[in-house]
């Protein structure tokens, strides 16, 4: 008598385990889903956006510009030590890995190359290569940074370092783009979890 008392409780706690896990899941609007975000300081309201749905193992990409939202891409990830492998259902060549480091996520292919060394301002020399174009990064020990790109466009500014972040702000007072800082690489790339 005792056994099947053990038996059926198990049974029971198994089907109110499951219960709760397909409520949790499907019992309201982004359950079961981790959003990221990436903000353009120069175009207030652009938002890119990650949707990555744990369920179902599928991803969205879209963007909110000037108050339209547009799905760039879509596909399925799986996930690993470092983070998520996105496979792009629109583009064979869109398949990126995404590290994922404590709420940030950012394409391991977009780090700048050079090394940032540590402290709040320091001497470094960044290069990238983005769709074609190319640029350089140049930060400075008096908290200042240049950066360069292949189209000719010059930027110029200040920054300053908290923990993983480097926030510039050009010459006209106006915001640029944050650095992330992950080992001692940088990308602008990075998207905050917020969901």
Do not use: W
Request: proline fraction near 2%; charged fraction near 25%; include cysteine.
């Amino acid at each position: 008598m005792d056994k099947r008392i053990k038996i059926g409780a198990g049974v029971l706690l198994a089907v109110f385990a499951l219960g709760l896990a397909v409520f949790a899941y499907r019992g309201g609007e982004g359950r079961g889903v981790e959003i990221y975000e990436l903000t353009i300081p120069e175009r207030e309201g652009n938002i890119f956006r990650f949707a990555l749905d744990m369920g179902t193992m599928t991803y969205i990409q879209e963007a909110e510009i000037d108050g339209q939202t547009f799905t760039f891409d879509s596909g399925s990830f799986s996930i690993d030590e470092k983070g998520f492998q996105l496979y792009s259902e629109t583009d064979d060549v869109n398949s990126l890995h995404f590290v994922k480091n404590g709420e940030y996520i950012f394409p391991e292919q977009y780090l700048c190359q050079g090394e940032i060394p540590s402290g709040n301002t320091f001497e470094a020399l960044c290069n990238y290569e983005s769709q074609g174009a190319e640029g350089e990064i140049a930060f400075h020990e008096d908290g200042t940074y240049e950066e360069s790109s292949s189209d000719g466009e010059v930027r110029k500014g200040t920054y300053k370092r908290e923990g993983d972040l480097i926030h510039r702000t050009q010459e006209d007072g106006s915001a640029d783009l944050d650095f992330y800082v992950y080992g001692n690489q940088i990308t602008n790339s990075f998207y905050k979890k917020v969901k």
